[in-house]
Nanobody, 112 residues
Framework: VQLQASGGGLVQSGGSLTLSCAAS????????MGWYRQAPGKQRELVAD???????AYADSVKGRFTIYIDAAKNTVYLQMTSLKPEDTARYYC???????WGQGTQVTVSS
C-alpha cells in the first residue's frame, strides 16, 4: 500500500493550499482517511479525518479554515486549507485511519 501526498509549499499568512493524497495498492475501499501534521519539536497531531460516507472530524485549531473531502472511488483524500497561519507550518501526513499506512508527508510553510 502506498499513500502519495502532494500539494504542499510555501505560502504567505492568510493564503491557501490544497493537499491531496491518493492510496494505491489496496484492493478494498478504505473506510476512513485522515491528515496529521508534525511541526519541529512537537508531536504528530490530528488535523482532520473523514469517512467514506463523508463524516468528518477536525482539530479545534483548524475548524472553519480547513475542509477535508474524499473521492471514495479513487481512495483519494484532500485537505483544503484557507486563512493559513504561521502556526500551521508543519509536515502534513495522510493516513488510512486504523492502519499503519502513512504517506511520506508534504511540507507546508506559512510565512508571516
Amino acid at each position: 500500500v502506498q499513500l502519495q501526498a502532494s500539494g504542499g509549499g510555501l505560502v504567505q499568512s492568510g493564503g491557501s493550499l490544497t493537499l491531496s493524497c491518493a492510496a494505491s495498492g489496496i484492493i478494498v475501499r478504505v473506510r476512513r482517511m485522515g491528515w496529521y501534521r508534525q511541526a519541529p519539536g512537537k508531536q504528530r497531531e490530528l488535523v482532520a479525518d473523514i469517512s467514506r460516507a463523508g463524516n468528518t472530524a477536525y482539530a479545534d485549531s483548524v475548524k472553519g479554515r480547513f475542509t477535508i473531502y474524499i473521492d471514495a472511488a479513487k481512495n483519494t483524500v484532500y485537505l483544503q486549507m484557507t486563512s493559513l497561519k504561521p502556526e500551521d507550518t508543519a509536515r502534513y501526513y495522510c493516513t488510512i485511519v486504523g492502519t499503519n499506512f502513512w504517506g511520506q508527508g508534504t511540507q507546508v510553510t506559512v510565512s508571516s
